[in-house]
């Protein structure tokens, strides 16, 4: 029996310092490195191995594109409106019939997103009416410059898809493409939106004639409209 | 019978007054009812329907812009009558069945009435499942406006402000049902002054701008309040900018002035600030003379004024050309800088020769209550002497005619010719370009004489003089080209018909000039050079022992330039070689002369400067302008401007500072405290007396083949506010020339055929229209046109010019022609 008094002894000293590490400061702060002697390391491989991030996770942005290369921005300014933090600067332009960059009248002349300004919150992405703007899952931007921080158009354009002719296109060649580019029926075809106004006096003024007809009448006058034939 | 009607609306009293409209009185509850073909300035038409109020009694739902008020009614809006808020959303949902949904491509997005509207009180989904109704997206109306058809709404606001306030109906409903639709005449372009206010007016899309599409989103703007500097009009405007660039402009609601509405000059002129041709960097000539002035500082720049001004320490005679369109800050600036620091009155703000006699009666002019805006409306018969009010004073126009089409006004012109007021006018008085006073005087006899020896007068002027003598107030309105005398005649006139007058220049801030001065013999605060107690005001204001002598008009200024007499010409703002209507002595007196000078934008005058220093523009700086009525109103800067440019006044305080003077003021506030100093005294001068002119009257019919040359601009013409504004320059009418048809007869000449005009050194040919509105024995040559080739500078035409007809073989060169043998 008398090795019980140096257990109790053992034992004592194993449960006060038990209490000591989790009751004092100084005891739980040497408990940690204790605990973490056990595990197994986490140490993320950075920037050698990034991370996966989450599937919605917001990154930088980008100006996507049609499969036929134009771009879907037609810099109307909604992603701009919507921004809290003023990161946003587009200026539009007008289409002509030698120089088309989206379909519609009009296109971004100029786009930039200050990154300096940018909270990433994505309101933007809501307000983008023809989804030509989204976000990426790239969040290295950072930079050591203002100026490095501002994004230009040239930098957030997705490139042309393969096959496809960097923009601007021709208007000629984007109508015989034939593309219904917003799909639905209240759809007009490409090549009569836009393009050089030509003066009234110059044009057929006799009214109902210009009135498009309401239905198709062949394949190259309209295309294939998809949301058309669905319905 | 009582005036006022007294009905409730919303479960509100209201008494307004009898025949208010049911939206106007409930707008003064606070209550806006949606609307959108209603404005308060067109007459009502309820095309849009929108406006649907629900009157208890009535057996339907009412539109409220066009029901008039009836005492004792009780009327509900959709704020508490279902059925006025189920009708106005049904309306909504008909007029967006074939309204495109492309509003993040439209121009209007963010200041559209039909999207505030669709958000405020529309259904958020459309029943609606066809294809809507389609159109070529925009057709191009002219040059300025582009018209989306898809987006109209029928609202005809555009073609009922042409109708009824610009009168150009060029623009119109056609069509029916479906496919009724806004469009202009196959064989006539809309060729309008005013096209500019059918887009501001728009309710929708459908009208917008070729010069602002796609520039930018209502949040991106930066608005400030101005008024143009365009003419004398004194439009209020809205200046707005976007990354300190001016990107549009808009009339701004002023119902004193300009209502409104503005013309398009105004609205789209504003190109120059921006050009390439616009100066950014002061301008120095290098001593060996021969070379275009080549780009300083301001430094050196300065320094060469001073040793250009004073080169011993003295300041050599110098005279100050103003132009009539610096600010009245400035011009006062100017005026004080030339007489204290230059020591001479030789300053002019005129850059036409005005008859001696001119001076004597803008002073008294400047010291009267003269006609406004509201006399103008007001007056029942008025009388235009040698103006062409929609070429001058645009706005000005637009009041004479709504006087013309909402009271009857009798227009009555006197003058060689009138230009679209022809239209309008009631009798016309033909004269002899510059002959105006001689018809004045004999309206005045003809008043005098109350028709007891009425043969002593044409019929036409008794008659004309019974109809100002049927008015209260009637209202004389002189232009400036109106010749000796006229106004001392329009004044005498009106005074004894109890009436008013008033003088409409042309350019922007003549009026405020005269106010401050600007003319040899006159002084600011309305004081007179010859006045010796008036002018000891002023010299011990100015902290001078004495003025300067009375100083030589624009005529004696330059001609003693080219004699060398005047060593320096010291120009704020003004093309001598452009404006001025005799070449030899503008030549002469920039060859001899020193010439420094301000200017915005680089010009024909500018190249011969040996110092050009660059100047703000109106939308650049703050100030005060006075426009033809002598109201003064303040104006701010709406962008920076390039940065090396500075005001003028600023630059003129520096000279003075160079040359070792003080004007004693560094800033505007300085500047108007010191024009408070010498506030208008409280007078109201004479009118000068009639000229004897029997001898003259005479010597008009010299009976030889030339005509009278009536030369003046179109509204739109080569000036600074076309630079760089293509699509304003490219609605400016065709130049042409007038003339009488006793005058067109005996050269065989019909309308649109090619003319010839030779006088003095010059000669240009142009069309001819055939019209009785232009007095016979004159022809009406535009100046400083937009005719491509014309090469004269059509003010070196002179007095008396000859017409001929283009032979017919010429137009046609390319074919050939047999040579009479």
């Known amino acids: 029996m008398e090795f019980l008094g140096p257990i109790l002894f053992l034992l004592l000293v194993v449960v006060l310092v038990g209490i000591a590490l989790n009751t004092t400061v100084l005891g739980r702060g040497m408990a940690m490195p204790l605990r973490q002697m056990l595990k197994k390391p986490s140490t993320s491989q950075y920037p050698e191995q990034p991370r996966p991030v989450t599937p919605r996770f917001h990154g930088r942005h980008q100006l996507n594109r049609y499969d036929d290369g134009l771009e879907k921005c037609i810099g109307c300014e909604l992603c701009a409106w919507a921004c809290p933090a003023d990161a946003i600067y587009v200026q539009g332009a007008n289409n002509t019939l030698e120089a088309r960059w989206s379909p519609g009248e009009r296109y971004a002349e100029d786009y930039q997103i200050n990154y300096s300004r940018c909270i990433l919150c994505g309101l933007c992405i809501e307000a983008c009416p023809t989804r030509a703007l989204t976000m990426t899952h790239d969040y290295e931007f950072s930079s050591d410059t203002r100026r490095g921080l501002v994004y230009t158009k040239d930098m957030l354009l997705a490139p042309a898809p393969e096959g496809a002719p960097d923009t601007p296109h021709r208007d000629k060649d984007v109508r015989e493409r034939g593309h219904n580019y917003y799909g639905g029926k209240a759809v007009s075809p490409p090549g009569l939106h836009g393009g050089d106004h030509l003066p009234a006096t110059a044009r057929t003024m006799s009214r109902a004639s210009q009135v498009l007809p309401m239905a198709p009448e062949s394949e190259a006058d309209w295309g294939d409209a998809p949301g058309r034939e669905e319905d | ?821």
């Open chain 2, 1 to 821: 019978m009582t005036d006022t009607v007294t009905l409730t609306i919303d479960g509100k009293e209201i008494t307004v007054p009898k025949g208010t409209l049911l939206i106007r009185a409930a707008e003064q509850l606070g209550t806006i009812i949606p609307r959108f073909c209603d404005h308060p300035l067109l007459d009502p038409v309820g095309a849009c329907r929108q406006c649907i109020v629900e009157v208890e009694g009535q057996r339907k739902p009412m539109t409220a812009c066009t029901t008039e008020a009836a005492d004792g009614w009780v009327v509900n809006t959709h704020l508490t009558s279902d059925v006025a808020r189920t009708a106005q959303e049904g309306q909504l949902e008909f007029l967006l069945i074939n309204h495109p949904l492309d509003c993040p491509m439209c121009d209007k997005g963010g200041e559209c009435p039909l999207q505030d509207q669709a958000m405020a009180h529309g259904n958020h989904h459309s029943r609606f499942v066809d294809e809507k109704r389609k159109y070529d997206k925009p057709v191009a109306v002219s040059a300025q406006v582009l018209l989306d058809r898809e987006r109209c709404v029928l609202c005809a606001r555009c073609t009922r402000f042409s109708d009824q306030v610009s009168g150009d109906p060029f623009i119109e409903l056609f069509e029916r049902g479906a496919l009724e639709q806004v469009a202009i005449y196959e064989d006539e372009p809309y060729e309008s002054y005013f096209s500019g206010n059918v887009i501001q007016i728009c309710p929708v899309g459908a009208l917008t701008s070729t010069s602002y599409r796609f520039k930018a989103r209502p949040f991106d703007l930066r608005s400030t309040p101005s008024v143009c500097d365009g003419c004398s009009a004194g439009c209020s405007q809205t200046v707005q900018a976007r990354r300190g660039q001016v990107e549009r402009q808009l009339a701004r609601t002023n119902m004193a002035v300009n209502e409104m509405w503005n013309c398009d000059k105004g609205r789209f002129g504003y190109g120059h600030l921006t050009a390439d041709t616009r100066l950014t960097s002061p301008l120095v000539r290098s001593d060996d003379d021969g070379e275009e002035p080549v780009a300083a500082d301001w430094a050196t720049a300065l320094t060469r004024v001073r040793s250009i001004l004073a080169p011993d320490g003295e300041v050599v005679p110098t005279a100050v050309l103003s132009g009539g369109r610096l600010p009245d800050e400035d011009a006062y600036v100017a005026g004080k800088f030339a007489r204290t620091v230059l020591g001479t009155d030789d300053v002019d703000f005129r850059t036409r020769f005005a008859p001696a006699s001119e001076g004597d009666a803008l002073a008294a002019l400047a010291g009267r209550d003269t006609a406004t805006y509201d006399d103008v409306e007001q007056a029942g018969v008025v009388l235009t002497v040698g103006l062409d009010p929609e070429e001058e004073v645009p706005i000005l126009y637009l009041r004479l005619r709504k006087a013309w089409r909402n009271t009857k006004a009798r227009l009555v012109s006197v003058g060689a010719s009138s230009g679209s007021l022809a239209e309008l006018l009631w009798r016309r008085l033909p004269t002899d370009v510059g002959a105006e006073a001689a018809v004045l005087d004999d309206l005045a006899r003809a008043l005098d004489r109350d028709g007891d020896d009425a043969d002593q007068s044409s019929p036409m002027v008794a008659e004309v003089a019974d109809a100002l003598g049927s008015v209260d107030r009637p209202v004389v309105l002189v232009g400036e080209r109106a010749g000796d005398g006229a106004l001392a005649a329009a004044g005498r006139l009106a005074d004894a018909l109890g009436g008013k007058v008033a003088w409409v220049p042309r350019r922007s801030n003549a009026r405020g000039a005269l106010d401050q001065g600007l003319a040899a013999g006159l002084l600011p605060g309305l004081r007179r050079h010859d006045d010796d107690t008036q002018r000891a005001e002023v010299a011990a204001a100015w902290g001078l022992d004495e003025l300067p002598t009375r100083g030589r008009d624009l005529h004696e200024i330059l001609t003693l330039a080219g004699k060398g007499k005047i060593k320096v010409l010291y120009l704020l703002g003004v093309d001598l070689v452009r404006d001025v209507a005799d070449q030899r002595l503008v030549d002469k007196a920039l060859r001899r002369a020193t010439v420094i000078t301000h200017d915005i934008v680089a010009n024909a005058t500018t190249a011969h400067a040996d110092v050009v220093l660059p100047v703000t523009a109106s939308q650049e700086r703050a100030g005060t302008r006075t426009n033809w009525e002598g109201r003064r109103q303040q104006f701010r800067p709406g962008v920076a401007g390039p940065q090396l440019v500075q005001h003028d006044w600023e630059i003129l305080v520096q000279v003075t500072g160079m040359l070792g003077h003080d004007l004693g003021f560094t800033d505007l506030d300085g500047i108007r405290a010191d024009m408070a100093a010498l506030a208008p005294i409280d007078t109201t001068p004479d009118w000068p007396a009639a000229a004897d002119r029997s001898d003259t009257a005479a010597a008009a019919d010299d009976g030889d083949d030339t005509l009278t040359a009536d030369v003046y601009p179109l509204l739109l013409d080569n000036g600074v506010h076309q630079v760089n504004a293509p699509d304003l320059a490219a609605t400016a009418h065709d130049p042409h020339l007038r003339l009488h048809p006793d005058d067109a007869a005996p050269l065989g000449v019909s309308d649109g055929d090619e003319v010839t005009v030779t006088g003095g050194k010059a000669e240009l040919t142009l069309p001819v229209r055939v019209t009785p509105d232009q007095a016979a024995g004159t022809v009406f040559v535009p100046a400083n046109s937009t005719a491509p080739d014309q090469v004269d500078n059509p003010r070196h035409l002179g007095d008396r010019v000859t017409v001929a007809a283009v032979a017919s073989g010429s137009a046609t060169a390319d074919q050939p022609v047999e040579v009479n043998a």
